[in-house]
Structure formats: C-alpha cells, structure tokens
C-alpha cells in the first residue's frame, strides 16, 4: 500500500502563494491534487504522470497553479500562487499505481491512495 505524507498547507491572505508537498513511499505512475471545500464536493486540482510528465489542470487554476515532481524523492509539489478565498479547502494528494490516459484522471475513483489532506485558507 503506496503511503502519502502532505505538507504545505496554511491561512495566508488573498493574493499570496503556498506551496503543498506530498511524499510518495514509493513510485507510481500519477500523483495529484484534489480539494473540498465545506459543503461542496470534492473536487480535481491537478495531477502529474511520472513516465512523462503530462500534466492537467482544474480550468480555474490554470496560470495560477503549478504542479512538478522530484523523480528523485517520489515527491510531488503544488504551486499555488494569486490564491483567492475560493481556493480554501482541504487539499488531498492522490496516488493511482497503474498509467491512464491523463485526461481520465478528473474521477476521485481513479485513485487507491488518498492523503489525510493539508488544510489551506485564503481569507483577509
């Protein structure tokens, strides 16, 4: 069972930038973000393929957002910069072991392995 260890999260203000980290214990062929807000649903941030690169983006943080990877560290970092009060939420990484089309990867059922999450704010 892939374990995951998020770190980065936060209360900063509307315009300010965090960057969330997630630890893999071992390497896997997608990880990703998703988030949820109170009483909405959990929603798809990004996600990154390890064999590749491809990345894919929520539309509403695309040219805010930025996710990478350490190849090296299994680890991988979203940037998140201009954040607004829409961003706040619980943030989750994601791990999914066996490579998919990157664009099938917006379902929460295309992951085995969720995070505890990182809660970040966005309030002045």
């Known amino acids: 069972q892939v374990q995951l260890a998020e770190s980065g999260g936060g209360l900063v203000q509307p315009g300010d930038s965090l960057r969330l980290s997630c630890a893999a214990s071992?390497?896997?062929?997608?990880l990703g973000w998703f988030r949820q807000a109170p009483g909405k649903e959990r929603e798809f941030v990004a996600v990154?393929?390890?064999?590749?690169?491809?990345?894919y983006y929520l539309d509403s943080v695309k040219g805010r957002f930025t996710i990478s990877r350490d190849n090296a560290k299994n680890t991988v970092f979203l940037q998140m910069n201009s954040l607004h009060p829409d961003d706040t939420a619980l943030y989750y990484c994601v791990a999914r072991k066996n490579r998919v089309v990157v664009s099938a990867l917006r379902s929460p059922s295309q992951y085995e392995t969720w995070g505890q999450g990182t809660q970040v704010t966005v309030s002045s």
């Open positions: 071992e390497r896997v062929n997608h």
């Open positions: 990154i393929s390890w064999f590749n690169g491809a990345v």
